[in-house]
Every structure is written in structure tokens, then in C-alpha cells.
């Protein structure tokens, strides 16, 4: 009997394990080779070939492989359209409503039998449609039936107002397949179009792809674009914050921008469109024009702006998102940093140096070789003796101090932030507790910025540092979030760390560099929020500066940046290198992020790596000279760059000095330009395109740029090279040393700029405010106030100035400030005025 009993549970064992691995084998085709319910015939109409939307964009595309997609194969000959593309019929459709309300609509959607790329299609999603301005549509595309993960933005929050009304667009949904288009009212130009591919929406892998009106797209980020207009032929931007060396390798880099702008036709009319997702993701570009988003996760959450110029789409934007904050007026000065000074003595003959040459020169910042064994909180005291009283020096002088801190605590049990973080159990966690990595001070945890226990440990932490450091603004690295470890063996092989989908990334890992994807925060798991690592750091360090300076303006300076950043923080383009090509394109990817919201931003003048050569370093001074932010910053090794280390007789020295006094003598300008981005949206470093969008010619340039509308700004860009072919818009372009205008107009001109020059015009019809410069802008502040007048055509002009202390928060607000509108028509009368408002001002 028990050995029948035996035998029947062996047979029952070896059932169990037939049935177990067949299942095995079912469930792995079902990943591996989804399966349609339903039978599914792809329709493979002859597309025109930039139309066709990608349905391998993962791997290497076969015949087999599409046919097991169920797309269509037509290779085709010399040409970049993908072999594999999606058929004409798929996707989902309308199964109720749209249902219309005065607000917008709501639409239940019903998945077709069609093409599935990964598995695991959701059935039935929902449309939620908002026509929440004038000019802003906002549409989402959830699961009705389970929570997805959604982006909780600091600034952007439901609307609790009445629909809008005299709206500027017109919405049409599409039924079988789903569509869904926007039209402009005053022309019915379809500006966003979804018909041109199916809508794939699949637990970790969502598609949407969009036709455009022109191919004249500009933004997404960050990335190294070597020019300011988008190339539409077939490139592909993967989207995922990454510490990687900025190149031309099309890589992912430190922030997660997806907003781009489209211009619609030379009339200036233009649109925008923001995803409000935080996912791993890639945008593919192609000539139809049309744009695919290729999501990990999260929802298609989808705002569109439109504006009758590229300017007042940006303010559309910011008026979402946040708009930028107000710098403190110090901060507009030029700034001297690098890495490794060599100790106290070395940095303090820098700023000795730097003052003897007599170089407009305003911050000093210290990297993190001013720390003790690299860990935040804390300085060398041997190295960096008397690193307090340096900083007390440079305010006596008034000079102003910024440090670096990083998120990487050291995993130090005698070490207090660690202690304390710890007890207030802030790190970011996995299953057996906080994730532990490899950064500057050796192991270390991460602070959960999202966690408001582990924003109130890092606030209480640099209260306490700054008691005993007086910096004035912190410039926070490494927060996209960095680790050197590149977690092979570390994280877990799940669906997670290991989707089905990755986007072209740098390594194709998720978790290369960073914290593995199942790691848990506040605001959920790391696959869904590592993309905000850094604007949650970023909130975290305004708050702790805030109670640092409850009065006082002070600045934050961040790598990794997501929408809405600039609302707290400038940002620099990372680790550059010291080459002509990184010279280049730092113009493009400074108008990108004024694009994006953060107008106070520039790249490391002469190059982070690398040793610069006396001709790149000039070149690069006289342009950095107009940046935004205007930093000078060097690597570990490399010769020193600051201007003052080429002789007090060189003529970098010479040419540096001269331009940085134009920049503080401009200052009021730029200035001004920055209450406008901070109270309006206004760009402040600004593409030709958006001033003279009637001209095609704009469109493409790159080269040339200008702050606000009325300075342009041609720089020498090449090696060798003392003549550069500029464009001169539609307008008087007065030079700025001479005075006396260009006659070329809308045309190209050779202009000749030798080795101690920079192509500087001003814009007829603009008054400048100036003020007469001095070394630092505490002192230039001091000097008598000035406007430059170009008259125009009709012989007038017009500008404004915006004054205030320069250091109080939210001086707007408080109505604490100065501000004038200037409008000349005759010059005898503008004297009079400017005798008038000058001997006033002196009196107030």
C-alpha cells in the first residue's frame, strides 16, 4: 500500500512539474512573443516613408521579429525610414463619448486588436481632456481601473477655475482607431495630430506619436544639440538624468526636459508641448514631421501652449511650470571656481591675483576639495585652515562665497549627518534596507529629498554648517542621482530594474550609475522618480537657504534639472571639455534652457577637462562674458585658467577685462531682463528666431544670440579664425564701441573680429539702462546710473529699467521696488526727461 501511495505521488509530482513548465513555457512566449486575443491582420498601406513610425525600436529590426509584431516589412533601399513600421489600423478605439462638459471631455477607450510591442496591453483607458486657458489644452490618458504613477509638481496643480473661454484652439477626436487633434481657430492649421501612429499604452511601455505642422522644432533635453533648430531626420533623444560627460554621442545627460516649441510659419504664430512625466523615456524625431514618445511608465500626461510668437509660448509654459527666480544682483557678477586649489593658500592667491589685475569679479566658489575626507558638512581643517575667515574676507570686500554639497552622505558610523539621517530614517531604501553606493567619500546612502522628514535632516543640517562656514549660496553635483558603481551584481533581476522596454540610454541600463530601480522613496519607486532626484534636491536646498537667509535672496546652483527647476536654481551645462566643439555648442544649449525655464544658466568658460590653450580660453572669456551665468570653472590637474594666470600683459587678460566691463556696465540690462523672465516668463538669453520670426533666415542660426531683444551677441567660435560670417536682422544695428550703425539689413556680412574682439551691436529703437562698472557689483551699484539710446529708423526708442536693493525676497511682491518705461519720440524732450528722473533718483 505504500508503495502505491509512492508511485502516485511520484505521478502527481511529475504531473505538477509538466503542467508547471508548460505554463513556464506559455507564460515566457506571452513576454517574449505577445499574442493577440483576436485575430489581427495588419493593414500595410504604401505609407510615405517618413511616415512610417517605428515598431522595432528596441533592437536590431528582422523580418522575423516584424512579422511576429505583426507590422509591416518593406525594407527599403538608401534610405533611413525604419525597415519595420507600424500598420494603418491598431491601436484603441472610442467606446464612449466623447462625453462634453464646459470645462472639456472625457472619452472611455477600448484596445483594438493590433500590434503589441512588449505584452501586458491595458484594455481600458481613459481620456480626460481640459481646456484650461485661453491658449493651454491639457490632456491626460489613464487606467481607470488602478492608480498609475503620476508627477507630484511643486507648482503644477488642478485647476479650480471656470472653463475657459474665446479659446484659441479647436480639439477633434477620432474614433476607430483613437486620434485625437488640435487646430488653431484663426487659421484651422492642425498643430498636434496623433493619427499618424497607433496609441500603445502597456504596463511599462506607452507610445504616442504626433504629426507637426513644420520641421522647425527646438527644445527636449538634456542633451548635447550642436544646433539650436531639431535635425527631424530620424534621430532619436533618450530622456533620463544620467552623470555622464557631456559629447556629441546623442546620450542621455543631467536633466529631464520634455518641452519642446514648434514654429508654425514665417507669421510668428508658434505652439509648445509639455509631457508631465518623469519615466525613462526617448523622443524619435522624424521628416514627416512627426514626434514618437517611447515611455517606461507613469501616464501620458500632455499639455499644448499656443502664442503668436516663440516668446509669448514660453511664458504659456512658465506660467504652468513656474516661472524662474530672481536673482540676487550679486550672482550676475562673473564667478571663479575650480576643482583641487591646493589648499587655503592656494585659493586665497587666486582671489589676490584675480583683484591685482583688477578683473570685475564678484563669487568664489570651493569644490569639493575643500572638504574633509570629500564628506559634506564639514571642511579641511588642515588643508583649509582658516577657511571661515576667508570667507568673512571676501564679504569685507564684497565678494560672496558658494560651496558644493552632494546628495552621497558617507556611510560613517562616527560621522553626525549620518548619525542623524539615520535616526530620522531619510535614505532612500531597498528591500534589506538603504541603498548603499560608491561616491566621492567612499560608501555612502542617498537622502530622500521627497521624504519631508529628509528635507527638514537636510535643512537642519546646512543651518547648522552655515554657523560655522558663512557661505552665500550652495551649488549642489552629482544629483541625477550619481553613483560609481554600475550595480550589475547589486540589483535585483526583476521586471524593474530589467523592463522590457530600456530607451536608448547610456549602457542601456536603467540602473548604470544611478540607484536600482526598485529602490523606495516618498513619492514611490525610484523607476518612477529618478528623473526628479535632483528637482527634489534641488526644492530641498532653496527651503534650507530660505531659513539660512529668511530677508535675503540667496542662490542655489544645480546639475540635474526637471520642469520647474528654474523656479529655484541656475543651472551650468556640466562637465565640458576644453575644446572648440564644447565652446560651440554651449550657445545652443543655453537657449535651450531658457527654453525650459532656467534663463540663469552657462557652461564652464574655458573648459572643465582637459588643459585649455591661451586662444580657446580668450575666445571663450569673450563669450562667457555673456552668459547668463558667468563662471569660469576648472578640473583636478589641468593649468590654471582664471584670466589672471595668462600675465598681466596677455591679451586674454586684456580682452577678458574689457568684456566683463561691458557685462557690469550692461548689468541694470540684464537685470531687468531677469524680473521680466521672473515676473512674465521672458526668455533672457534669446535665439534670433524669437525676435524676427518673419525671417527664415533666423530659424537655423545658432552661432549668434541676444540678450533680451536688443543686444546681439556674435562670438568667435573656430580656431584661427578673425572674420565670421554673422547675420544682420531686419532692424538699425548700431556698433557697440563705435556707435555707428551697419548698413547691411537682413543679410549675411563678413565681420571682422581679431583675436581681442567679440561682435557686439545694439538694436535700434532700444534704451539700455547702464550703470558705470566697478570691480564688484556691490560697488558698481554705488555708481552713477546711465542709458545707452539707439533711435531707429523713425528716430525713437523705447526700454525699461527694473531697480531694487538686490537682495530682498520677493521684492515684487512687496512692492518694493523701482520700475520705469521709457518711450523716446523726440530727443530734446528725452534729455530734459533724464535731468529730471536723475536728480530724482539721487534725492530718493
Not at 478605439?93 to 472611455?108: I, S
Not at 523726440?826 to 533724464?834: A, I, N, T
Request: glycine share 6%.
Amino acid at each position: 500500500m505504500a508503495k502505491k501511495l509512492s508511485k502516485l505521488a511520484i505521478c502527481l509530482l511529475i504531473l505538477f512539474l509538466i503542467v508547471l513548465g508548460i505554463s513556464a513555457v506559455l507564460l515566457w512566449l506571452l513576454i517574449e512573443n505577445p499574442l493577440q486575443d483576436v485575430p489581427f491582420t495588419p493593414e500595410c498601406l504604401d505609407t510615405n516613408l517618413a511616415e512610417r513610425i517605428d515598431c522595432i525600436p528596441d533592437e536590431l529590426a528582422t523580418e522575423e521579429l516584424c512579422h511576429r509584431r505583426q507590422c509591416c516589412w518593406r525594407p527599403q533601399e538608401n534610405s533611413s525610414a525604419p525597415s519595420c513600421f507600424f500598420p494603418t489600423n491598431g491601436g484603441y478605439k472610442v467606446t464612449e463619448g466623447p462625453t462634453y462638459a464646459d470645462e472639456g471631455f472625457t472619452a472611455k477607450l477600448r484596445r483594438l486588436p493590433s500590434s503589441s510591442l512588449f505584452g501586458y496591453d491595458i484594455t481600458d483607458i481613459l481620456l480626460t481632456a481640459e481646456y484650461q486657458t485661453t491658449n493651454r489644452f491639457h490632456f491626460k490618458i489613464s487606467d481607470p481601473d488602478r492608480k498609475r504613477y503620476e508627477v507630484p509638481h511643486e507648482h503644477v496643480q488642478q485647476l479650480d477655475q471656470k472653463a475657459a473661454s474665446n479659446l484659441s484652439y479647436r480639439v477633434e477626436v477620432t474614433n476607430n482607431p483613437f486620434g485625437i487633434k488640435i487646430r488653431r481657430t484663426k487659421n484651422n492649421k492642425v498643430l498636434f495630430d496623433t493619427s499618424i501612429g497607433p496609441l500603445q499604452y502597456a504596463e511599462q511601455y506607452l507610445q504616442l506619436s504626433v504629426q507637426l505642422p513644420s520641421h522647425y522644432v527646438y527644445g527636449f533635453g538634456e542633451h548635447v544639440h550642436q544646433q539650436y533648430l531639431h535635425n527631424m531626420d530620424w534621430k532619436t533623444w533618450p530622456i533620463f538624468t544620467r552623470d555622464a560627460i557631456p559629447n556629441d554621442n546623442m546620450t542621455n545627460l543631467y536633466g529631464a526636459q520634455t518641452f519642446f516649441l514648434c514654429l508654425e510659419d514665417d507669421s510668428g504664430l508658434s505652439f509648445g508641448v509639455f509631457l508631465m512625466n518623469s519615466n525613462a523615456m526617448e523622443v524619435a524625431l522624424q521628416p514627416a514631421p512627426a514626434i514618437t514618445y517611447r515611455i517606461t511608465g507613469g501616464i501620458l500626461d500632455f499639455y499644448v501652449f499656443l502664442g503668436n510668437n516663440p516668446e509669448q509660448v514660453v511664458q504659456e509654459y512658465l506660467e504652468l511650470i513656474g516661472r524662474p527666480f530672481l536673482p540676487p544682483y550679486w550672482s550676475l557678477g562673473f564667478q571663479l571656481s575650480r576643482r583641487d586649489y591646493g589648499g587655503i593658500e592656494g585659493l586665497a592667491s587666486v582671489v589676490t591675483r584675480t583683484r591685482a589685475v583688477r578683473i570685475p569679479y564678484d563669487v568664489q566658489y570651493s569644490d569639493i576639495d575643500y572638504m574633509e575626507e570629500k564628506k559634506d558638512f564639514t571642511y579641511d581643517k588642515e588643508n583649509f585652515n582658516g577657511l571661515d575667515q576667508f570667507a568673512e574676507e571676501l564679504h569685507r570686500n564684497g565678494q560672496r562665497y558658494i560651496i558644493i554639497l552632494n546628495p552621497g552622505i558617507s556611510k560613517n558610523l562616527t560621522y553626525g549627518p549620518y548619525e542623524r539621517g539615520s535616526r530620522k530614517r531619510v535614505w532612500v531604501s531597498g528591500p534589506t534596507g538603504p541603498i548603499v553606493g560608491e561616491v566621492w567619500p567612499g560608501p555612502a546612502v542617498f537622502p530622500d529629498y521627497t521624504n519631508p522628514q529628509g528635507t527638514q535632516w537636510w535643512v537642519e543640517e546646512l543651518v547648522q554648517f552655515h554657523k560655522e562656514l558663512n557661505f552665500d549660496g550652495i551649488w549642489i553635483d552629482m544629483n541625477e542621482v550619481s553613483n560609481f558603481l554600475n550595480n550589475d551584481s547589486l540589483c535585483e533581476p526583476n521586471y524593474l530594474n530589467y523592463p522590457s522596454f530600456i530607451p536608448r540610454i547610456l549602457d542601456r541600463r536603467l540602473f548604470a550609475r544611478t540607484l536600482c530601480m526598485d529602490a523606495e522613496q516618498h513619492w514611490g519607486l525610484h523607476y518612477d522618480v529618478h528623473n526628479l532626484y535632483g528637482y527634489s534636491m534641488t526644492i530641498a536646498t532653496a527651503k534650507a537657504m530660505e531659513s539660512i537667509f529668511p530677508k535675503k535672496r540667496s542662490f542655489v546652483l544645480t546639475r540635474s534639472t526637471f520642469a520647474g527647476s528654474g523656479k529655484f536654481a541656475a543651472h551650468w551645462l556640466g562637465d565640458n571639455d576644453a575644446t572648440w566643439n564644447d565652446l560651440q555648442w554651449s550657445i545652443p544649449s543655453i537657449l535651450e534652457f531658457n527654453l525650459f525655464g532656467i534663463p540663469m544658466v552657462g557652461a564652464n568658460i574655458c573648459g572643465f577637462a582637459s588643459n585649455t590653450s591661451e586662444e580657446l580660453c580668450r575666445r571663450w572669456m569673450q563669450l562667457g562674458a555673456f552668459y547668463p551665468l558667468s563662471r569660469n570653472h576648472n578640473g583636478p590637474g589641468f593649468v590654471d585658467q582664471d584670466p589672471a594666470a595668462f600675465g598681466v600683459n596677455s591679451v586674454l587678460l586684456n580682452s577678458a577685462r574689457y568684456y566683463l566691463n561691458i557685462r557690469y556696465n550692461l548689468l541694470p540690462y540684464l537685470y531687468t531682463l531677469f524680473f521680466r523672465a521672473h515676473t512674465r516668463g521672458d526668455t533672457v538669453a534669446r535665439p534670433l528666431v524669437h525676435e524676427f520670426y518673419q525671417d527664415s533666415q533666423t530659424w537655423k542660426i545658432h552661432q549668434q544670440f541676444l540678450w533680451g531683444p536688443g543686444l546681439l551677441i556674435t562670438p568667435v567660435l573656430y580656431s584661427g579664425v578673425d572674420r565670421v560670417m554673422a547675420y544682420i536682422p531686419d532692424a538699425v544695428w548700431y556698433g557697440y564701441e563705435t556707435n555707428v550703425a551697419i548698413s547691411q539689413r537682413k543679410e549675411w556680412m563678413e565681420m571682422v573680429l581679431p583675436r581681442d574682439k567679440i561682435g557686439l551691436h545694439l538694436r535700434g529703437g532700444s534704451i539700455f539702462p547702464t550703470q558705470e562698472p566697478a570691480e564688484t557689483t556691490e560697488a558698481s551699484r554705488k555708481n552713477p546710473l546711465g542709458f545707452i539710446i539707439a533711435l531707429d529708423d523713425k528716430k525713437e526708442a523705447k526700454g525699461e529699467l527694473f531697480w531694487d536693493d538686490g537682495e530682498t525676497r520677493d521684492t515684487y511682491g512687496k512692492k518694493l521696488y523701482f520700475l520705469a518705461e521709457f518711450n523716446v519720440t523726440r530727443v530734446r524732450q528725452l534729455m530734459e526727461f533724464f535731468k529730471v528722473f536723475f536728480s530724482q533718483l539721487a534725492t530718493d
